[in-house]
């Protein structure tokens, strides 16, 4: 029965262009790489001389893709961009920690010094509109056209990394932060069948599986992956008008809705191990692997992290939407920038139009767990869950992700993160929705 849920939840794949399609459309005429572009009509002997492209030079890239699954992402990017552009140097600057936790400190002072990296990875929506406002990263209008523009790139998307007409990012990829991934035999054992359809309903889920001998029902991280599980107990109560409303200006968090979301993520927190501030994800996430938790809320590099840890889908782990928000998509998306001063800007946008390309997003989104945010690659290339993901994005409600960049800034994201880890240790509703509702005071505009 359970499982008969998981797969409606799930849905079929949808058909799309084979990627085989695209390669030429991924050439850009600005750079100077072969890319694969053009080669259709080429003989056997000139495919066999064609001579690695590229600008040439070190290519600098800053994520936070340093370990894990994250890092095997991030590796498959490297090495599609080794194979079109060998004649650039990619130099990982990756710095560990999810959600960028360390890693936007490091990039906010190399910034400000003048010394940034030649691309950096950045969160389409108010993230990305911190450094368009600080004038750190210009416009990328042309590597955005030649890879196709809004016939490839979804116009919802592309509307979030516009500015005055100006595009300022390539986007990688979308992931959707309001996902269960929970442990099929601990669910199993304490006789727990169909998803719960609200927060009420899996409270009482988590108190069977308490029952059933296993003391940490929820697994959970330091505090940004709090504030990710609080913002999808935020959307689950407030519905995602009432979620979406909490973004726009002079919008009230003081409410009735917002203190039910916090008396609710108590409760879930009841159920729930102790972390301290720097856990990472994974850990988590590797928690209901091993059966010591029965679920992680956790955005969808998670499913990567499942499948390299050999595990199945299905038999070993299931997954649904947090409990209350099914048929909404809180969506954020990864781009990579193009920074003012970079040393060496055709290098970065070799790095961009690899990005970019339908081989690249394949290659990246398969061995990270989100979805291309190309609309034409072809879902039929992804396991099962990549293909439900790319069902839900067209027909689900789209709701944007605080805890990674897509709602609020990074001002305001500091201040969320500060109130919620506060929460942790005091368990005060009342002083969490005061500090919330400060916060979007101050920067709700
Ligand atoms: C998000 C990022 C994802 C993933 C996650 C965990 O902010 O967009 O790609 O890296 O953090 O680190």
Redesign the pocket.
């Known amino acids: 029965m359970f499982v008969m849920r998981r797969r409606a939840f799930i849905s079929t794949g949808i058909a799309g262009l084979g990627v085989s399609a695209l390669v030429g459309c991924t050439t850009s005429e600005t750079t100077t790489g072969p890319q694969g572009g053009g080669s259709a009509a080429a003989g056997p002997e000139q495919e066999a001389k064609s001579v690695p492209g590229g600008a040439g030079g070190k290519v600098g890239v800053f994520t936070?893709?340093a370990d894990g699954s994250?890092k095997l992402g991030l590796e498959a990017l490297q090495k599609e961009f080794k194979s079109q552009f060998g004649k650039d140097e990619f130099v990982n600057l990756a710095v560990a920690g999810?959600?960028?936790s360390n890693a936007k400190a490091k990039l906010a002072s190399d910034l400000a010094n003048n010394n940034p990296p030649d691309s950096f990875q950045g969160?389409a929506g108010a993230e990305l509109l911190d450094y368009i406002g600080k004038d750190q990263i210009v416009p990328v209008d042309d590597v955005i056209a030649d890879l196709g523009g809004s016939d490839v790139f979804p116009q919802n998307l592309l509307d979030r990394i516009t500015v005055k007409g100006s595009i300022y990012s390539v986007p990688s990829?979308i992931?959707r932060a309001n996902v269960v991934w929970a442990n099929v035999e601990v669910l199993e054992k304490a006789g727990v069948g169909d998803p719960p359809t609200d927060l009420a309903g899996w409270l009482d889920a988590m108190d069977a599986v308490k029952s059933s001998g296993v003391s940490t029902p929820l697994a959970t991280g330091g505090s940004w992956t709090q504030v990710h599980l609080f913002e999808t107990v935020l959307l689950s109560t407030l519905g995602a008008d009432g979620y979406s409303a909490l973004f726009e200006p002079g919008a009230k968090w003081d409410s009735a809705e917002v203190t039910q979301a916090a008396d609710s993520y108590k409760s879930m927190l009841e159920f729930a191990n102790t972390a301290s501030d720097g856990d990472d994800?994974p850990p988590a996430t590797d928690a209901v692997i091993a059966g010591k938790a029965a679920y992680n809320v956790m955005?969808d590099?998670a499913v990567a992290e499942f499948t390299s840890k050999k595990q199945k889908e299905g038999t070993d782990y299931t997954y649904f939407p947090v409990p209350g928000t099914d048929g909404v998509f809180d969506f954020?998306a990864?781009s990579f920038t193009l920074p003012r001063g970079a040393n060496n800007p055709a290098g970065a946008k070799d790095w961009l139009m690899l990005v970019g390309s339908a081989e690249g997003q394949l290659a990246f989104n398969l061995a990270?767990g989100?979805i291309p945010a190309r609309t034409d690659v072809a879902a039929d290339e992804f396991p099962a869950y990549q293909q439900s993901a790319m069902e839900s994005f067209k027909s689900d409600t789209i709701v944007s992700s605080i805890?990674?960049?897509a709602a609020v800034n990074q001002a305001w994201l500091s201040e969320i993160t500060t109130a919620i880890s506060k929460f942790y240790g005091s368990k005060d509703t009342a002083t969490l929705v005061e500090d919330l509702a400060a916060a979007a005071d101050k920067n709700a505009g």
């Open positions: 936070w893709w994250e999810g959600a960028g969160h990829n992931h994800w955005g590099w954020l990864d990270k989100s805890a990674h960049g």
